[in-house]
Structures are given as C-alpha cells and as structure tokens.
C-alpha cells in the first residue's frame, strides 16, 4: 500500500515541508513546484513505483489475467477466419 | 484402409466440407479441456472451465449418480475479471473480490487454460490447414 507524502516514515526528514509558510525562505513558486515534485519522485522511487501508478496485487494479478485472455481471443479469432479461408479456398 | 477410403473419396470428390466452427463451438471445446485442468473428476462428475465471450471465467461443476442418472448436484462458480481485481460469485449470488492463495490458483489455471487448449485443440487444426495447404 503506498504512503501518502504525509503518512510516509521519511516525510518528517523533510522539515521544510513542515514549516509554516511564513517560517519557509523565500522561494519562486517554480522552485517550490521542483522541490516538491523531486521529493515526491525520490518517495514514490523508495516504493518501486515511479513512473507507474501503484496497483493493489489484486489489479496487477487482474492485468495478467486480462492480457491472458486477450491472447485466448485472439487465437479464437484467427481460428475462425482460418478455417473459413479453408473452406473457401476448398469450395 | 481408412487412409483408401479417403484418398478414393478425395479423388472422386466426394470429401464432405469440414464444417466452419463458430465461436460457441470452439468455447465448448476449450471449456471441456479447462474442465481436465482440475484433476481427475469421479464417476459421474463434469466439470468445466472456460472464458466466455466476455471478462468472465466460469467454473462449473455437475454430478449425476452413475448407476441412476439421477443429479446430485451442480454449481456455477463466475469470475469476473476487472480492472481493481476478481470479482467471484456462486450461481449468481454473494459477490467478493477473491484475493491470496484462490486469485493465484486462478491465474495458474488461466495460464495452463492458454498453453492446454493450444496444444490440444487449436495446434493440430493449424498443422492439419497446414498440412492440406502443402498437399
């Protein structure tokens, strides 16, 4: 399950997140954008997810299977136009 | 012998077109080989297993006495396949979304679903196209 920024054990080793607005050194809201994103990115990286969004064993183990099924009707489909070709170049 | 009778049929032109299977048809096949993925079922006992045109998987089970024909019992396990997870059910009713050791069971038996009705059912039609493509 995957923290949120303020449930994540190393959330308080970033006090500046912590501080009051009024206690925070002047920053453009650019700078403050990239700090935050690049520490989101180091928290997400410490979960094994960045770049992906996080799923539940059981969505993953739901994907599997879908991309399974997607195979098992894909061959259905090819056996169906192949054998109506068979039949076609046999009339 | 039999391999004469369908050469002289074949000559003759007599060969009787191989009739074109429709999507039922080949579920039924495949639902007959899930069905063995399972074990060994006692006398009197059918099972199935197989993907229907949809997102569901369906497992079911009928026994009938062998000595009376009478049936004992039957059951229709669904397994939805969505996108947060598996949602099962028992002849229609009690909803939940399976987890642990029966979702990893499933997804073996998906898997072995795929690689079993390949060898058996559709493998041998391509060899057997292939085959009278080349003669």
């Known amino acids: ?91 | 012998m039999a391999t004469f009778r369908s050469l002289f049929s074949k000559a003759v032109g007599l060969v009787a077109p191989v009739p074109v299977p429709t999507l039922p048809d080949l579920i039924d096949a495949e639902s007959k080989i899930g069905g063995t993925l399972f074990g060994e079922a006692g006398r009197g006992i059918q099972r199935r297993f197989f993907l229907d045109e949809g997102d569901s998987w369906f497992f079911s089970e009928t026994a009938t006495d062998p000595t009376t024909g009478r049936k004992l019992y039957s059951f229709t396990i669904r397994y939805e396949i969505l996108p947060q997870g598996v949602l099962k059910s028992v002849d229609g009713k009690g909803h939940v979304f399976i987890t642990g050791i029966e979702l990893e069971h499933l997804k073996q038996a998906v898997a072995l679903y795929e690689r079993k009705t390949d060898t058996e059912l559709y493998a041998p039609k391509r060899t057997k196209r292939t085959e009278s493509a080349a003669a």
Not at chain 1, 2 to 8: D, F, K, R
Not at chain 1, 39 to 44: G, H, T
């Open chain 1, 1 to 91: 399950m995957a923290h949120t920024l303020e449930q994540h054990p190393g959330f308080d080793s970033y006090p500046e997140w912590n501080q009051h607005p009024e206690q925070q050194p002047a920053q453009s809201e650019t700078d403050i954008a990239r700090v935050a994103v690049s520490k989101a990115f180091e928290l997400r990286g410490e979960a094994g997810v960045i770049g992906t969004p996080e799923l539940s064993v059981e969505a993953r183990t739901s994907a599997e299977i879908r991309a399974i099924d997607e195979r098992v009707r894909s061959r259905r489909a090819t056996e169906l136009i192949e054998s109506q070709r068979t039949q076609q170049r046999a009339a």
